[in-house]
Structure formats: structure tokens, C-alpha cells
């Protein structure tokens, strides 16, 4: 496919390297000289500089020959133009990144429409969902539902006291045979990620990502070290829009919140907007009032403003008196090395969560995408077609790439933990663990077409 991306930030420029990874022939519009740069430095793509805007700008990177527009930059009036430019010029599929609430609702649906935008991003919710399940999974970093909610993969360092620490697949494999309820789909050690086999042995400070059943998630967070109960004192730091969703869905879940924002008339709106929810006016970063705010007593804090340094300051000040769990939201991911080093629980990227709704949106056949801030690797969910040489076949018969794992099988709403004897059918929904350049004959194997 030929895809041309609006805008060079993070969330462009993530989208652009994932989809070029996978061999389509992807063009960048920017422009900002610097970030168009560093695509240009990065990225293996055609580099176009000036305005999403501008005809003889989108002409010069392949408009007329476009199968997807990716509207991305921070601006939603260049998004929404760049998409009707797109329909104007026959691309069959557009994507818009729209953050303006009166420009998502319902009163604006006309004007997608002529536009033509077939998938509206929301950074804001996207982020604010990530957050919601991570905090039903305390001290996971990472978490990701599939399958229709029977199948949960979870991400977290191995503690040093967990009893799958010290220990090979193959032995842990032993134990719970015949029926597994979870599997090791991918290991981080170092800068390293594998798809590990049997005779990994797994280490304390391996970053694990396991593909579990749901009704097995109390028993796998056991066996990896993470013992805490479900948060129910929650501090949100920053007031915006993904903050306004979290307070609202956690105090609807009975959890007690407080909001932190430092505008006085934000402050007050939010006062009267949110039910249940104590906001307080001041800066994320003045400790005392953090302080007498307890925040070192609640469960959770999330810090969630537009500044990656006042969001990792805080998390830093609340950990330092105890609070159990800290998260973080980073635009920028220049800091992300020196989070676990100095004890922050886990990094959020609106640019990784904007850029899987894009990607299962590109995939034909691909129902969900999980990407990560930490590890060279996927986890996707696919549905295999009726028509695919993979039905009736056993998944040893696949012939499917080393750097690939297919975890788990959703079948007529049951999921199993997949095996080399398990036997595919059509419909069945597979989770795979696969390194991004094998994604490409994933979707092969199995027949998936390139259009969605």
C-alpha cells in the first residue's frame, strides 16, 4: 500500500516507522524542518516538507496513487483538510486525529462525514482507557485485554521473589500441564527481546509479557511477584480531558479520587462538573500541597499533564512518601530509561496507544494491536478467515517464523492457551506475539488481505 502520514510528532512518526517495517510504501508530510530530520535520518520513507494542507504539497507525495491517508499532526482543522483532500483525490481509507470534543460529538458528525474521515483517533480516551487497565492490575506495567475480554496480556519486571523466578519454560511448562492458563510470549532482558522457547530460563528484572486467560489473572499475578489489591484511593495530577474521563469512570466504580489542577477556572469546572470527585486548585509540583493532600497514602497517582518532567517530579515526590504505584504519562520519550532506575512503576505514550487504534484500523483481519514503549515487538489479534489454508491445521503445521507465537485461541467465546498440537478453525481468534517484520507473513499464512 501506498500510505502518506500528516505530521512528523510522535505519533506520526511511530505510525510511519511501524508501517514501513512492514513493507508499504509510506510517504511523511511535515512541516517542521527538525522533525522531518530526524524521520528522514530514522526512517527508510519519502519525506515531503510542508503543509497537510497544501495540493501541490500532498500531490508531491503520491496522492493520486494513495491507498490510506493518516491525518496525525496537533492541529485538527490541518486533519480534517488533509482527509477531505484525500476523498477528493480517490484514497479509499482516511484516518483523522481529532482532540476538540465539539469536533468528536455527535453534533460534528455531518462534517466527518464529508470529510471522510472512516476513523477518528481520541488521544485523550485512548490514554485514559490504558490507565483504567492498568490500575485493575497493580503493578503490571503493561496491560492489554483481547479476545472479547477472555484473554488479558499482562507486562511487569519479574520480581526476584516470584515463583516463576530462576525458572526454565520447559519446568514451569511441566506444572500445569495438560491445560495451561497462561503462556511467556515474549522476554526483555537488556535491550534485547525474544520470543522465547522452552529452555529460557527466566530471570529476577526480565521484562515479561504474559498472555493469560482471565479467569486465571489473580493466580499469574501471584506467580509473577505482584501481590497488591485493586486500588481504591486514587490522585490524579493535571486536569485535562484524559483526566475527566478517568475521575469520572473511577467514581463510578466507587473509588475515591482527587484531581490536582493548577488553572483556578478549570479547576472550578471540573469542581462542578465531577460527581464525587475532590478537586484542588495548585501546581503538580508544589509539594505541600501534595503533602497535605496525603498523596503518600493513596493507592495510585497518576501524573498526566502536557510536562513530562512536572508528570515524573511528582510520581517521584509520591513514591518518596509511599504511595503504592505511580504512573506516568511521557510525550517524549527521552526520559524512559531512567524510570525504573529511579522507582517510577510505569510510562504511558499517548503516541503508542493513538498508534495501535490506526494500525487496527489498517490490518484487514487484525482486531487488535498492542505496541510497547520498552521491547522490538507486537502482540496482535486476528481472526482467521473462513477461506484460509490455516483452518483444520494444527499450529505446528503453520510454518510460522521463529519470531513468531501464537499465544492463545478465543473459540465461540472460550479461549484456550494454544499449543503445537492445538487444531485452528475458521473464525477463531488468535493472540500472536511477533517481532514487526514478521507481522507481514503472519498476516500471509493466514490469508489476511491488506484491506480492511
Same mark, same amino acid.
Given at each position: 500500500?501506498?500510505?502518506?502520514?500528516?505530521?512528523?510528532?510522535?505519533?506520526?512518526?511511530?505510525?510511519?516507522?511501524?508501517?514501513?517495517?512492514?513493507?508499504?510504501?509510506?510517504?511523511?508530510?511535515?512541516?517542521?524542518?527538525?522533525?522531518?530530520?530526524?524521520?528522514?535520518?530514522?526512517?527508510?520513507?519519502?519525506?515531503?516538507?510542508?503543509?497537510?494542507?497544501?495540493?501541490?504539497?500532498?500531490?508531491?507525495?503520491?496522492?493520486?496513487?494513495?491507498?490510506?491517508?493518516?491525518?496525525? %499532526?496537533?492541529?485538527?482543522?490541518?486533519?480534517?483538510?488533509?482527509?477531505?483532500?484525500?476523498?477528493?483525490?480517490?484514497?479509499?481509507?482516511?484516518?483523522?486525529?481529532?482532540?476538540?470534543?465539539?469536533?468528536?460529538?455527535?453534533?460534528?458528525?455531518?462534517?466527518r462525514d464529508a470529510v471522510g474521515a472512516d476513523l477518528v483517533i481520541d488521544p485523550d480516551r485512548e490514554v485514559a482507557h490504558e490507565v483504567l487497565d492498568l490500575l485493575q492490575f497493580p503493578g503490571a506495567s503493561e496491560v492489554a485485554v483481547m479476545g472479547g475480554g477472555e484473554v488479558i496480556v499482562i507486562g511487569t519486571?519479574?520480581?526476584?521473589?516470584?515463583?516463576?523466578?530462576?525458572?526454565?519454560?520447559?519446568?514451569?511448562?511441566?506444572?500445569?500441564?495438560?491445560?495451561?492458563?497462561?503462556?511467556?510470549?515474549?522476554?526483555?532482558?537488556?535491550?534485547?527481546?525474544?520470543?522465547?522457547?522452552?529452555?529460557?530460563?527466566?530471570?529476577?528484572?526480565?521484562?515479561?509479557?504474559?498472555?493469560?486467560?482471565?479467569?486465571?489473572?489473580?493466580?499469574?499475578?501471584?506467580?509473577?511477584?505482584?501481590?497488591?489489591?485493586?486500588?481504591?484511593?486514587?490522585?490524579?495530577?493535571?486536569?485535562?480531558?484524559?483526566?475527566?474521563?478517568?475521575?469520572?469512570?473511577?467514581?463510578?466504580?466507587?473509588?475515591?479520587?482527587?484531581?490536582?489542577?493548577?488553572?483556578?477556572?478549570?479547576?472550578?469546572?471540573?469542581?462542578?462538573?465531577?460527581?464525587?470527585?475532590?478537586?484542588?486548585?495548585?501546581?503538580?509540583?508544589?509539594?505541600?500541597?501534595?503533602?497535605?493532600?496525603?498523596?503518600?497514602?493513596?493507592?495510585?497517582?497518576?501524573?498526566? %499533564?502536557?510536562?513530562?518532567?512536572?508528570?515524573?517530579?511528582?510520581?517521584?515526590?509520591?513514591?518518596?512518601?509511599?504511595?503504592?504505584?505511580?504512573?506516568?504519562?511521557?510525550?517524549?520519550?527521552?526520559?524512559?530509561?531512567?524510570?525504573?532506575?529511579?522507582?517510577?512503576?510505569?510510562?504511558?505514550?499517548?503516541?503508542?496507544?493513538?498508534?495501535?487504534?490506526?494500525?487496527?484500523?489498517?490490518?484487514?483481519?487484525?482486531?487488535?494491536?498492542?505496541?510497547?514503549?520498552?521491547?522490538?515487538?507486537?502482540?496482535?489479534?486476528?481472526?482467521?478467515?473462513?477461506?484460509?489454508?490455516?483452518?483444520?491445521?494444527?499450529?505446528?503445521?503453520?510454518?510460522?517464523?521463529?519470531?513468531?507465537?501464537?499465544?492463545?485461541?478465543?473459540?465461540?467465546?472460550?479461549?484456550?492457551?494454544?499449543?503445537?498440537?492445538?487444531?485452528?478453525?475458521?473464525?477463531?481468534?488468535?493472540?500472536?506475539?511477533?517481532?514487526?517484520?514478521?507481522?507481514?507473513?503472519?498476516?500471509?499464512?493466514?490469508?489476511?488481505?491488506?484491506?480492511?
Open positions: 500500500m501506498h500510505i502518506i502520514v500528516i505530521g512528523a510528532g510522535e505519533v506520526g512518526s511511530y505510525v510511519a516507522e511501524i508501517l514501513s517495517k512492514e513493507g508499504n510504501d509510506v510517504a511523511v508530510v511535515e512541516q517542521h524542518r527538525g522533525r522531518l530530520r530526524r524521520v528522514q535520518e530514522k526512517l527508510d520513507v519519502l519525506t515531503v516538507l510542508g503543509s497537510g494542507t497544501h495540493p501541490d504539497v500532498l500531490r508531491e507525495a503520491g496522492i493520486d496513487r494513495a491507498d490510506l491517508m493518516v491525518a496525525v %499532526t496537533q492541529v485538527d482543522e490541518v486533519n480534517l483538510i488533509a482527509c477531505l483532500f484525500a476523498r477528493q483525490h480517490g484514497v479509499e481509507r482516511a484516518v483523522a486525529r481529532i482532540e476538540a470534543s465539539c469536533l468528536r460529538g455527535h453534533e460534528a458528525a455531518e462534517l519486571k519479574l520480581a526476584e521473589d516470584a515463583p516463576l523466578a530462576n525458572r526454565t519454560l520447559h519446568d514451569i511448562a511441566q506444572e500445569y500441564e495438560p491445560d495451561w492458563d497462561f503462556l511467556v510470549g515474549a522476554v526483555t532482558r537488556g535491550a534485547d527481546t525474544i520470543i522465547p522457547r522452552g529452555d529460557q530460563r527466566l530471570l529476577p528484572d526480565d521484562t515479561l509479557r504474559v498472555v493469560c486467560k482471565r479467569r486465571a489473572r489473580r493466580e499469574l499475578m501471584g506467580l509473577l511477584g505482584l501481590h497488591r489489591g485493586i486500588p481504591r484511593r486514587v490522585m490524579l495530577l493535571g486536569g485535562g480531558r484524559t483526566a475527566e474521563i478517568l475521575a469520572d469512570e473511577l467514581a463510578q466504580r466507587h473509588a475515591e479520587v482527587t484531581l490536582v489542577e493548577h488553572n483556578p477556572e478549570r479547576a472550578h469546572e471540573l469542581a462542578e462538573r465531577l460527581d464525587g470527585v475532590m478537586v484542588l486548585q495548585g501546581e503538580i509540583t508544589d509539594a505541600d500541597l501534595l503533602t497535605e493532600a496525603d498523596i503518600g497514602e493513596v493507592d495510585a497517582v497518576v501524573a498526566l %499533564t502536557g510536562e513530562d518532567d512536572a508528570n515524573i517530579l511528582a510520581c517521584l515526590y509520591a513514591k518518596s512518601l509511599g504511595a503504592k504505584e505511580t504512573i506516568a504519562v511521557l510525550h517524549g520519550l527521552s526520559y524512559r530509561r531512567l524510570l525504573d532506575q529511579v522507582g517510577i512503576d510505569v510510562a504511558l505514550s499517548p503516541r503508542i496507544a493513538s498508534a495501535n487504534a490506526v494500525l487496527r484500523f489498517v490490518r484487514g483481519g487484525v482486531t487488535a494491536v498492542a505496541t510497547f514503549l520498552a521491547g522490538d515487538f507486537e502482540v496482535i489479534e486476528i481472526e482467521v478467515p473462513d477461506s484460509s489454508q490455516a483452518d483444520g491445521q494444527l499450529v505446528s503445521d503453520l510454518g510460522l517464523p521463529k519470531d513468531v507465537l501464537i499465544g492463545a485461541i478465543v473459540r465461540d467465546g472460550k479461549a484456550q492457551i494454544a499449543r503445537g498440537w492445538s487444531e485452528l478453525r475458521g473464525r477463531d481468534h488468535l493472540v500472536v506475539f511477533a517481532k514487526p517484520q514478521a507481522v507481514v507473513q503472519v498476516r500471509r499464512i493466514f490469508g489476511l488481505s491488506s484491506e480492511s
